[in-house]
């Protein structure tokens, strides 16, 4: 049985395809800070919460679980960007 339930995660995370790409991204984190650990650099976050585990995977799901770390919506184009494209695209096949 895996813990936390798939179910959890996948309603912090929105979608399968967020869940894998959040939680590895977030697992070479929190193995880039165990690596470093004694290099005193300080520039990468520590795990935020208190798990037995210690397989950065494992680590970063509770993280998700407990929305300690949530996905970053890509933001949209704004609209007078994609209509200037277009327009731009337009003379182009006209030339």
Avoid: C, W
């Avoid at 995977?57 to 704004?78: G, Y």
Wanted: hydrophobic share 35%; net charge negative; charged share 25%.
């Amino acid at each position: 049985m895996m813990v936390p339930p798939i179910e959890t995660l996948l309603e912090a995370a929105g979608s399968k395809f967020s869940l894998v790409s959040l939680g590895a991204k977030r697992a070479r984190q929190i193995n880039s800070y165990y690596s470093r650990l004694g290099d005193g650099l300080g520039s990468i976050v520590p795990p935020q919460v208190d798990s037995t585990s210690t397989k950065p995977l494992s680590i970063s799901f509770d993280e998700i679980a407990a929305h300690k770390i949530v996905p970053k919506e890509p933001e949209e184009p704004e609209e007078e960007v994609v209509v200037e494209s277009l327009v731009l695209e337009e003379e182009i096949q006209e030339d």
